[in-house]
């Protein structure tokens, strides 16, 4: 039985990889700051958890003493808004952190691979669509920047010390369990206002993908990539506009909220996203959930926590 650990194991997308691999069969431990639950993710059903800061050096004898064949970095930041506010912060939690993590890996555990959990915010605004691992990088976000430093630290570690790593960079990732973004912010405003404003023009697209399919992907990448420091979009290769995703989400709620759209777009935002998945898809990868699927699990889930909420107190 192959040994994975998964950093930020408490978190959205660390349960849903936590999930897919002890499915898998592997022997899993997962690592997190706190043991906060995130409430509609999968339940982590782990062989062992720990919480631990990565930079306490804790992270050096634990590998020492599992001798793991894969890492999951899937802790840090995750948000472009904090990381605009906080770009120390953003820093510390995503370059900072991925330091520790190969160092220790470096030093303790040579031929443990590292997977790393990126974003599509590398690309900022594509000249051209679909955009695929070999555009240019051009982040538009601190987020963006600070996960680009990350995949460079990757090719320095590879070239440097032969740490074998790779990253995926994720797009537009939703699914039960996630309470921010456009998904979530949309959700809340429908069921608690009879009108309500959206940024942008609703113009704007994203390649939305369930965090089952995040999950399989890094499965299907842990088994199959070269770990050579090499990248790989993770995604649909469709496009959505804000607009239409709005529309289902008020009709799935069925609520008689009107939105409208402010014109205006949030700093560090891009406009237009579809990923090339070609790369990933000599893999073996292949998106399993529907948009339309997947809105209306993540609509029946928020109405579950509305319910559960308005539910009397029993003495």
């Not at 691979?113 to 691992?133: C, H, I, K, M, Q």
Request: charged share 25%.
């Amino acid at each position: 039985m192959l040994t994975a650990i998964i950093t930020g194991a408490q978190g959205f997308l660390g349960r849903y990889i936590a999930a897919e691999f002890v499915a898998r069969g592997w022997n899993v431990i997962g690592l997190d700051r706190n043991a906060a639950s995130q409430e509609g993710a999968p339940p982590l059903r782990l062989h062992e958890a720990r919480t631990m800061d990565l930079r306490s050096g804790s992270l050096d004898s634990l590998l020492s003493e599992k001798a793991p064949a894969l890492i999951v970095h899937a802790a840090g930041s995750s948000s472009v808004s904090d990381s605009m506010a906080d770009p120390c912060g953003d820093f510390e939690n995503g370059v900072g952190m991925l330091f520790y993590v190969l160092n220790a890996v470096r030093r303790c555990a040579p031929t443990c691979r590292v997977l790393f959990l990126s974003s599509a915010s590398v690309y900022g605004n594509p000249d051209s669509l679909p955009v695929s691992e070999d555009a240019p990088s051009r982040p538009i976000s601190s987020y963006g920047f600070h996960k680009l430093l990350c995949e460079t630290l990757l090719q320095e570690f590879h070239s440097v010390y032969g740490v074998r790593s790779c990253a995926i960079r994720i797009f537009s990732a939703y699914g039960p369990g996630l309470r921010r973004q456009v998904l979530w912010d949309i959700c809340q405003s429908a069921l608690t206002r009879r009108s309500f404003e959206l940024f942008g023009t609703g113009d704007e697209t994203r390649d939305f993908v369930h965090a089952r399919d995040v999950a399989r992907a890094v499965r299907i990448v842990s088994e199959n990539a070269t770990f050579r420091a090499e990248a790989y979009n993770v995604a649909t290769g469709k496009e959505t506009r804000i607009a239409d995703l709005a529309g289902t989400i008020v009709s799935r709620l069925a609520t008689d909220s009107v939105f409208t759209f402010s014109g205006s777009r949030r700093l560090g935002d891009p406009i237009h996203w579809r990923a090339d998945i070609t790369r990933i898809s000599r893999l073996g990868y292949r998106a399993q959930v529907p948009l339309e699927e997947g809105v209306r699990e993540y609509t029946e889930w928020v109405h579950e926590i509305k319910e559960s909420r308005q539910q009397p107190e029993r003495m």
